[in-house]
């Protein structure tokens, strides 16, 4: 018997009615660019700066920065590269940013916490991306992690346009920067939704602790319902609403995300192609349909079956 194969799709993502959804994705390790290049990345939507750095035992010249972030620039040329800031402690420890003993360490100096606290370490590290984006013809933006206000958001998005960075936003992981989704709007280009984070912080889960792993489930109506209220701030405020956790590599909630108001995906590069596939088989309005369904359920069983139909 020949066995029947359908070509998985290539090229950009989009909706079944057209609606251009682009998939970018998640990197760390400069192993991760082919990756993400062979699986059609249509950019990337989160470089984990931190992975670089993670047995440094003191903080990376901005020479040193330059040539990491040069190298992802020049593999992406004419295309998004959305750089995080540094996003050091609780499970991504860096001896030169984390110091000292913390009993919570997810609810601790982590993030742009940490790095605002050393800010010349945040100093060198937009000093290194704008040089090197300046060299290359990708579209850099960077995005701080852990952002909590509309007030955080004021100070990164300051630092980094005071730098030469014109694109300048917020990762949406904390619930109350998805409570505060429009100011945060107001000022930042753009948000992505960190859904690992965003779902430890909403159902106070320690996403690290096995015991309570059944928890980080982002199909938990509770994470959807503030991922709608980051969707509808950019739906009023005409910015870009990404998704960069988890969540974004699950085919069925990518389209619930999209129904949300996500306007881009990024995930890891192995993820990309179902998602791809799931998408050209739902209409915008479809997708709308099917995230009204996922809110009024009551437990992440539920909306998965509301979504499934
Ligand atoms: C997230 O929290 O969803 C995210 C993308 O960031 P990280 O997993 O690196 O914390
Ligand atoms: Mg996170």
Known sequence: LA???VAAPTGPGKLADGTAIPL?????????IA????????????????????????????????????????????????????????????????????DNPALGMRGLRATRAHEHILRDQLTAIAAAAAETDAEVGVMAPMVA?????????????????????????????AL???QVLGIADFVSIGT?????????????????????DPWHPAVLRLIQLIGKAGTQS?????????????????VVLVGLGATSLSMAPSALADVRTEL?????????????????????????AAARG
Do not use: W
């Open 3 to 5: 066995a029947r194969r």
């Open 24 to 32: 970018l994705a998640n990197i760390g390790r400069p192993s991760d």
């Open 35 to 102: 990756d993400a290049l062979l699986c059609g990345a249509e950019g990337v939507g989160l470089f984990r700066t931190e992975f670089l750095f993670l047995g440094a035992e003191s903080a990376p010249t901005v020479a040193e920065q330059q040539e990491h972030y040069r190298t992802v620039f020049a593999a992406f040329g004419g295309k998004r590269v959305l750089v995080r800031t540094l996003d050091a402690g609780s499970d991504k420890p860096l001896a030169f940013l984390t110091t000292g003993h913390e």
């Open 149 to 177: 206000d509309a007030a955080e958001t004021e100070y990164f998005v300051t630092l980094a346009r005071s730098h030469g960075i014109p694109v300048a936003g917020v990762m949406a992981e904390v619930p109350s920067c």
């Open 180 to 182: 505060m989704a429009g």
């Open 196 to 216: 690992n984070d965003l779902t430890q912080y909403a159902l106070a889960a320690d996403r690290q602790l096995g015991t309570v792993a059944s928890y980080q």
């Open 238 to 254: 005409g910015r870009a609403v990404g998704v960069c956790g988890e969540a974004a590599a699950d085919p069925l909630l990518a």
């Open 280 to 304: 050209r088989q739902h209409t915008l309005e479809h997708a709308k349909a099917l995230a009204v369904r996922v809110l009024d359920a009551s437990t992440p069983a539920e909306a998965r």
